[in-house]
């Protein structure tokens, strides 16, 4: 294939479908397949071209905590918005971070009551503006898993060798592995496989992945992210269940090897290591599931340079973004989907994210299950 049209090809959308269901009659043991797609980006793209709908009864897709936006706990986000009031300083971010409620407030609102909060596209700009402003101190707020990282540890060693001293970043990168891990291990979630990151593996590969089949006894299909990539990734795990195999296959073998980028994890080495813990939204503390800088980049970390609150703050009762996260209920059975949390009035931060599940059903797949039940309660 070559352009993007061949891979949302209904001729070929429909053979896959065909197969799926040949593959998954029946279901396992006489229960659906249910596989995780890790990835907020698949996501969006199940919802965008309703694919759920194509699946047989017998295939369950089941949201993951793949949103690099959704796993940021409260408290983390009172933390910068923290950092955005305190005097002198430009607060710099992402634009779907920038919406994300804290206890009381959001960044938005923070640059509203006055702060100096600006949006921008990557941390280089976040870099140039500390350039242009020598006299403010330049803060970026880095999320993102191991695909945004390396970006954020190229800005740096880019910042120490301008000798830029009024730049800084606030980590809040994650890593793929351990949340895995944490779901694995959670006894109130039964899977039968995953589709694994497409994102996230160009830089880190296939193969930490391993222990998914070995120690768990569960497939995992590195998948890309057009309509066919993820039907042709469902086929695979199934075929997998029909061949008696359990492994790490890799669908999106076009842009993701088994080794990964090696230039950009040994840039990821230079700049962080590991952090002891970290909370996740919905899955609480993981050891070493983020990253911070490391000792040669003290001169740079926010959290050092910076008096934060760092107080664990609890989600709101009404908000079940935590159990999206872990798949354990879909965004529409959460008690305020749609009515008192909606993407303009957003209660936690799956409602937020563009690669939020709860955005992605409310934006692509509100309106046919609303239709689907109204065709239900006339028949």
Same mark, same amino acid.
């Given at each position: 294939?070559?352009?993007?049209d061949?891979?949302?090809?209904?001729?070929a959308?429909?053979l896959?479908v065909?197969?799926?269901t040949?593959?998954?009659? +029946?279901?396992r043991? +006489?229960?659906?397949?249910?596989f995780?797609?890790v990835?907020?980006?698949h $996501?969006?793209?199940?919802y965008?071209?309703?694919?759920?709908?194509?699946?047989?009864? $017998?295939v369950?897709?089941?949201?993951?905590?793949?949103?690099?936006?959704?796993?940021?706990?409260?408290?983390r986000?009172?933390?910068?918005?923290s950092?955005?009031?305190?005097? %002198?300083?430009?607060?710099?971010s992402? +634009?779907?971070?920038m919406?994300?409620?804290?206890?009381t407030?959001?960044?938005?609102?923070?640059?509203?009551?006055?702060?100096? @909060?600006?949006?921008v596209y990557?941390p280089?700009? #976040?870099?140039?503006?500390?350039?242009?402003?020598?006299d403010?101190?330049?803060v970026?707020f880095?999320?993102?898993?191991?695909?945004?990282a390396?970006?954020?540890?190229?800005?740096?060693?880019?910042?120490?060798?301008?000798?830029?001293?009024?730049?800084?970043?606030?980590s809040?990168?994650?890593?793929?592995?351990?949340?895995?891990?944490?779901i694995?291990?959670?006894?109130?979630?039964r899977?039968?496989?995953?589709? %694994?990151?497409?994102?996230?593996?160009t830089?880190?590969?296939?193969?930490?992945y391993?222990? @998914?089949?070995?120690?768990y006894?569960?497939p995992l299909?590195?998948?890309?992210?057009?309509?066919?990539?993820?039907?042709?990734s469902?086929?695979?795990l199934?075929q997998?269940y029909?061949? %008696?195999?359990c492994? @790490?296959?890799?669908?999106?073998?076009?842009i993701?090897?088994d080794e990964?980028?090696?230039?950009?994890?040994r840039?990821l080495?230079?700049?962080?290591?590991?952090?002891p813990?970290?909370?996740?939204?919905?899955?609480g503390?993981?050891?070493?599931?983020a990253?911070a800088?490391?000792?040669d980049?003290? #001169?740079y970390?926010a959290?050092?340079?910076?008096?934060?609150? %760092?107080?664990?703050v609890a989600d709101p009762?009404s908000?079940?973004c935590?159990?999206?996260?872990?798949?354990v209920i879909?965004?529409w059975?959460?008690?305020?989907?749609?009515t008192?949390?909606?993407?303009?009035?957003p209660?936690?931060?799956?409602?937020?994210?563009s690669?939020?599940?709860?955005?992605?059903?409310?934006?692509f +797949?509100?309106?046919?299950?609303?239709a689907a039940?109204?065709?239900?309660?006339?028949?």
């Amino acid at each position: 294939m070559k352009y993007v049209d061949e891979y949302r090809d209904p001729a070929a959308a429909r053979l896959a479908v065909r197969r799926i269901t040949e593959l998954a009659e +029946g279901g396992r043991n +006489g229960v659906p397949y249910a596989f995780m797609e890790v990835c907020g980006g698949h $996501t969006h793209t199940i919802y965008r071209h309703g694919i759920e709908q194509l699946l047989p009864e $017998t295939v369950e897709l089941v949201h993951g905590p793949g949103c690099p936006v959704c796993v940021i706990p409260m408290g983390r986000v009172d933390d910068a918005i923290s950092l955005a009031e305190q005097p %002198g300083v430009i607060f710099t971010s992402f +634009g779907d971070m920038m919406r994300v409620p804290g206890s009381t407030s959001s960044l938005l609102e923070a640059k509203a009551r006055g702060a100096d @909060v600006r949006m921008v596209y990557s941390p280089l700009d #976040a870099l140039k503006i500390a350039m242009a402003n020598p006299d403010r101190r330049v803060v970026f707020f880095a999320v993102g898993f191991e695909t945004t990282a390396p970006s954020t540890a190229v800005t740096l060693l880019r910042a120490r060798e301008a000798g830029v001293t009024n730049f800084s970043v606030f980590s809040n990168h994650v890593t793929i592995v351990p949340p895995l891990k944490a779901i694995l291990d959670s006894p109130d979630l039964r899977l039968d496989g995953f589709l %694994g990151p497409g994102h996230v593996s160009t830089v880190i590969g296939n193969r930490p992945y391993d222990f @998914v089949p070995q120690r768990y006894g569960l497939p995992l299909v590195t998948a890309g992210f057009e309509p066919l990539d993820i039907l042709q990734s469902v086929v695979m795990l199934l075929q997998q269940y029909a061949d %008696g195999r359990c492994e @790490v296959e890799n669908q999106y073998s076009r842009i993701v090897t088994d080794e990964g980028n090696p230039i950009a994890m040994r840039i990821l080495q230079q700049v962080f290591t590991l952090r002891p813990h970290f909370e996740w939204r919905g899955l609480g503390f993981i050891a070493q599931s983020a990253l911070a800088l490391n000792e040669d980049f003290a #001169a740079y970390d926010a959290e050092r340079l910076f008096a934060l609150p %760092g107080v664990r703050v609890a989600d709101p009762k009404s908000c079940q973004c935590g159990e999206v996260l872990k798949g354990v209920i879909k965004p529409w059975e959460c008690k305020v989907f749609g009515t008192a949390c909606t993407p303009e009035t957003p209660i936690g931060t799956c409602m937020v994210s563009s690669e939020g599940a709860c955005a992605a059903y409310y934006t692509f +797949g509100r309106l046919h299950k609303t239709a689907a039940g109204l065709a239900a309660a006339s028949a």
